[in-house]
């Protein structure tokens, strides 16, 4: 079936610094991919959706500046977590849709990240 | 937040059906009952969809009521493997670029154990 990919699986990085999370769907064009982030013992909570050759959509309270989303093929996403903070410390995880509405959303492995 | 009402756990005894609960009342002709499950730190792994229909596959069968104000996910032989926490979820649509697009917003969904 249709895969997610995402790299890297987990990463660690400094205070301060920007680290770049790839989401890539395999065998399918995806117009659309969906970027999410789920806290320990918590649900995953979506951040923003992104468009394939457009500015991304944020969810309310999810800031752009913060958080920068590129999706410049119909295969790639990228979500750069800029100057980074202990708080942003997360698993983030990205979805993609094959297909059109009603059709399937597949999510990729998620990636672990650590701010020291 | 989310549009369904899923209880927060479950048991099943390995081998055993099991069957989970889901209620969707405010569900809209057009929209769609999507279930998802994690296991634990991974990304939500795709079961199964659909709009009025009972549908099956090789992981489970969906069971919508007529009114579509409910559903069940059945897990016809569960096996220690299927622990996991359970999502059930009614994408959310709007207008994007023109396009419709779901938006899948995550509750707390269901954890289910499975015993051996």
């Known amino acids: 079936g249709a895969v997610v990919s995402q790299h890297p699986s987990w990463v660690i990085c400094k205070s301060g610094t920007s680290v770049k999370i790839e989401c890539r769907s395999l065998?399918?064009?995806?117009?659309?991919m969906f970027w999410y982030r789920q806290f320990p013992k918590q649900s995953l909570m979506l951040m923003a959706t992104?468009?394939?050759?457009?500015?991304?959509?944020?969810e309310q309270g999810v800031e752009k500046d913060k958080f920068l989303i590129n999706h410049a093929s119909l295969t790639l996403s990228t979500l750069t977590v800029t100057s980074a903070h202990p708080e942003d410390s997360s698993f983030y995880i990205c979805?993609?849709?094959?297909?059109?509405?009603?059709?399937?959303?597949?999510f990729g492995e998620g990636s672990w990240l650590t701010v020291v | 937040d989310a549009k369904t009402t899923q209880p927060t756990s479950m048991d099943c005894a390995e081998g055993r059906a099991a069957n989970l609960p889901c209620n969707h009342s405010?569900?809209?002709?057009?929209?769609?009952v999507y279930w998802y499950r994690q296991i634990h730190s991974q990304g939500p792994q795709y079961i199964i969809h659909?709009?009025?229909n009972n549908e099956t596959n090789e992981m489970a069968s969906l069971i919508i009521t007529e009114d579509r104000k409910s559903s069940t996910l059945i897990l016809p032989h569960a096996t220690l493997r299927d622990t996991a926490v359970y999502y059930c979820?009614?994408?959310?649509?709007?207008?994007?670029?023109?396009?419709?697009?779901?938006?899948?917003?995550f509750g707390r969904g269901t954890q289910l154990t499975v015993w051996p």
């Open positions: 979805s993609a849709r094959f297909g059109g509405l009603g059709n399937t959303i597949y």
């Open positions: 065998d399918f064009q995806a117009t659309t």
């Open positions: 992104s468009n394939e050759g457009s500015k991304a959509t944020y």
């Open positions: 405010t569900i809209s002709g057009n929209e769609y």
């Open positions: 659909g709009l009025k």
């Open positions: 979820i009614v994408p959310r649509l709007g207008l994007d670029r023109g396009s419709t697009l779901g938006r899948l917003y």
